[in-house]
């Protein structure tokens, strides 16, 4: 499917009456274009917000590239031990990605790292912890907080899911400068309403500023959709203004999300879908880099003066050893079935660098059926072989060196 072209964005802007946003100037003082130069455009031709806020950067001033996972343990904890390296006028931004299970949100934050660091799979709860990521660009720095999926209690009660599912969303709120809603657009069933446990979230923590992404705009073919979900997830308000439209599009019943079957996740919140209290909107495909690299530059403007709160060479606090099996426990939700990957275990046997420098990792999968070891390594060894060079590519563009990855899998005794 094709992307919106910018055009479509505008239409839908134009629609809303959303123009450019005052904050916009912040981009403008760090020396980003506010508008590109005759015969010069500096998003390209997929970007959905290139009328909208104006930020982005020359194209003769490339982004500088990520930062490097250290290879060993105790590199990475001496790197996020290094007192920061920041100029005088540092400024710094605590973000809080928020959404639904599955909205993209591990996604977006890699392509904001410009390096995958964070697991990402279509199967829910790929992401099982809080983790941290690191965007530095000159003065400006931003802790982006890949956290797990909101979900109800009943919900992880259900599946029988780790603590931290439920408490470390929340508890990421108390510290956030700037809270990001991620919604997956593309699903019809879940796209005309906020999440339950997000509405919960923002309605307990109403003084955080928020920001709404709309992901996955490429699977939309017509942009009537767009302005009908723009009008629901932000109950006609942006920025503290209600939009310029005639009349607001009702979600249809056949887009409405399932039922909440959890009581305690709609208490207080009434028939609410949406939140009117976004700062601003953003349209984009989290697989598109151009549209990213615009969010990404409003993120780094958003900074306010203070101190850093890593070094400049953090990417991460991941250890190498947690990204590595975050990896390849992506593999295996991708291609193992139903709740087989849930019951893998995952031991790291060896570890070492290589005497060309190549990073030699061994890892046991240990299952506790015979059937599921069958099914891991599949015909000929073919499943398991195949998990192994997937997770070994991922591994190279993470620490940038040569990787021999072995999987070896073991019944659990």
Same mark, same amino acid.
């Given at each position: 499917?094709?992307?919106?072209? #910018?055009?479509?964005?505008?239409? @839908? ?5 959303? /123009? ?6 912040a ?16 998003h ?17 001033? %490339?982004?500088?590239?990520? %930062? ?15 007192? %920061? ?11 809080v ?10 996604? =977006? ?8 660091? &964070?697991?990402?799979?279509k ?6 912890? !809080? ?6 660009e000159?003065?400006?720095? @931003?802790?982006?907080?890949?956290? %797990? ?8 009660? #259900? ?11 929340w ?9 990001v809603?991620l919604?997956?657009?593309?699903? $019809? ?44 997830l ?14 607001? &599009?009702?979600?249809s ?10 009581p ?5 919140l009434?028939?609410? @879908?949406? /939140?009117?209290? &976004? ?16 969010? $990404?530059?409003?993120l ?7 101190? /850093? ?12 050893? *947690?990204?590595?099996?975050?990896i390849i #426990?992506?593999?295996?939700? *991708?291609?193992?079935? !139903? ?10 046997? =060896? /570890? ?12 046991d999968?240990? @299952? ?11 015909q ?5 072989? !195949?998990?192994?060079? *997937?997770?070994? *590519?991922?591994?190279?563009?993470? &620490? ?5 990855? #072995? ?6 005794r």
């Amino acid at each position: 499917m094709a992307a919106p072209s #910018r055009t479509a964005a505008g239409w @839908v802007r134009a629609a809303l009456g959303i /123009w450019r946003s005052s904050r916009a100037s912040a981009a403008v003082a760090r020396g980003w274009c506010a508008a590109p130069p005759a015969g010069r455009c500096c998003h390209g031709r997929g970007s959905a917000l290139d009328h909208f806020l104006g930020v982005c950067r020359p194209a003769d001033d %490339p982004a500088p590239p990520a %930062p490097v996972v250290a290879l060993h343990r105790d590199k990475q904890a001496l790197l996020l031990a290094y007192p %920061p390296n920041m100029p005088e006028n540092s400024r710094i931004l605590r973000v809080v990605i928020l959404g639904a299970p599955n909205a993209g949100k591990s996604t =977006l934050s890699n392509q904001l790292l410009g390096r995958k660091v &964070f697991p990402v799979s279509k199967k829910v709860h790929t992401t099982r912890c !809080q983790a941290l990521g690191v965007i530095t660009e000159d003065e400006a720095q @931003v802790v982006l907080l890949d956290t %797990p999926g909101l979900i109800s209690p009943a919900k992880r009660k #259900r599946h029988n899911l780790e603590l931290s599912l439920l408490k470390d969303p929340w508890k990421s709120m108390e510290d956030a400068d700037l809270v990001v809603v991620l919604v997956d657009v593309s699903d $019809k069933w879940t796209r005309g309403q906020l999440n339950h446990q997000v509405l919960k979230c923002l309605s307990q923590f109403p003084q955080v500023p928020s920001i709404l992404v709309m992901n996955k705009v490429d699977c939309l073919k017509q942009k009537a959709v767009l302005l009908e979900l723009t009008a629901a997830l932000t109950e006609g308000v942006v920025g503290g203004k209600e939009l310029q439209i005639k009349k607001t &599009f009702p979600v249809s019943k056949s887009q409405k999300a399932p039922a909440e079957s959890d009581p305690e996740a709609s208490k207080g919140l009434g028939e609410r @879908v949406g /939140w009117p209290h &976004f700062q601003e909107i953003f349209m984009l495909s989290a697989l598109s880099q151009e549209d990213v690299e615009t969010l $990404k530059q409003y993120l780094l403007a958003q900074a306010q003066p203070g101190p /850093w709160e890593f070094h400049s060479e953090v990417l991460t606090s991941q250890t190498p050893q *947690e990204i590595c099996a975050n990896i390849i #426990r992506e593999k295996l939700l *991708e291609h193992l079935p !139903q709740e087989v990957p849930y019951s893998v275990h995952q031991e790291t046997k =060896l /570890w070492e660098e290589g005497p060309s420098g190549e990073l030699v990792i061994l890892q046991d999968l240990l @299952v506790s059926k015979e059937s599921h070891l069958r099914l891991l390594i599949g015909q000929s060894g073919q499943l398991i072989s !195949q998990l192994a060079q *997937e997770a070994t *590519e991922d591994l190279r563009n993470v &620490f940038l060196c040569d990787v021999r990855l #072995r999987l070896s899998v073991k019944l659990r005794r």
